[in-house]
């Protein structure tokens, strides 16, 4: 996050998540990563978000946070996790209102928490992320191999005897999700580096994931309540994250406007840093 970012250790019981803070005006920008990726998503997005206070954090089981064995890496888990980073916050960033700024897997625990605490959040961001489950939702191929009960289990075993298969299967699934050839190759190898010593959490979350996106089809009353504004920033060419699932959340929620960004994909922060970091930002949020 450059020369002005500080690392936040944060305590969840016995276990350790890293964060980091950029100190700036505003109520603090918070960062969440799904999967498989982490913190470093947002690499290109916040030089843009200039002067704003920003947070970004690992979830357990990711990047540089800890990864407990035998875990229960869940979404109700992770976001005990985004509470416990937003408490953890210095006073003068923790006493207000936050920003949520959600991608992919982050989406149930940014809006879980968003739910239960409507006067903490100025404004909410959904990144090509879900929440419930919807005929316009399509999960990607490597997504649907790990977390289709039974499939799933031949799967993991594959990939545990042929680690090659598990490395080109990361990079050609990954690598769909960033539109520009040159970033691609920057960043999937790291990712996949990183991507290696969460893979605990990365089948957990991913044997919790039907159960999830079932249970919260029972929230919709909620979100249709939820009067806090949203933004809801999609990268149009995503397949499985797709506008269809975009147009949904719009519908939902009673506060929203919608941003299809043309030219980007699943990882829309990483092709479109500037145009995102603009809608985050600029003019937004609205005070209430």
């Known amino acids: 996050m450059g020369t002005t970012a500080q690392a936040l250790d944060v305590m969840r019981g016995q276990h350790r998540l890293h964060a980091e803070v950029v100190r700036g005006t505003g109520p603090p920008v918070v960062l969440m990563h799904g999967f498989p990726d ?21 979830f357990l089981g990711w990047g540089q946070s800890d ?66 489950w919807t005929p ?3 999960r990607p191929p490597a997504i649907a191999l790990y977390s289709t009960p039974v499939v799933r289990d031949a799967a993991r075993a594959a990939v545990r005897r042929w680690p090659e298969l598990d490395r080109r299967l990361y990079r050609w699934q990954v690598g769909r999700f960033i539109h520009d050839a040159n970033v691609r190759n920057q960043m999937v190898p790291q990712l996949y580096e990183d991507f290696l010593p969460a893979r605990d959490a990365f089948w957990r979350l991913n044997d919790d994931l039907l159960g999830t996106v079932l249970n919260r089809r029972r929230r919709l009353g909620a979100l249709r309540a939820f009067t806090a504004p949203v933004r809801v920033v999609f990268g149009s060419e995503d397949r499985y994250l797709n506008p269809g699932v975009a147009l949904q959340f719009a519908s939902l929620f009673p506060n929203s406007e919608l941003h299809l960004i043309q ?25 209430r």
């Open 263 to 287: 030219r980007a994909g699943h990882y829309v922060q990483v092709d479109a840093p500037e145009r995102v970091a603009h809608l985050i930002t600029v003019g937004w949020p609205p005070k």
């Open 67 to 132: 990864k407990p064995a035998g875990y229960p890496y869940t979404a109700d888990n992770q976001t005990s996790d985004l509470a416990a980073v937003i408490e953890a916050l210095p006073d003068d960033m923790s006493a207000g209102q936050v920003v949520l700024v959600a991608h992919d897997a982050s989406g149930p625990p940014a809006i879980d928490w968003a739910l239960a605490n409507p006067t903490r959040v100025a404004g909410l961001v959904l990144l090509n992320t879900y929440y419930h």
């Open 38 to 58: 982490n913190i470093h998503l947002y690499d290109r997005l916040v030089p843009h978000l200039g002067g704003r206070q920003v947070v970004r954090f690992d």
């Open 136 to 138: 316009r939702l399509r």
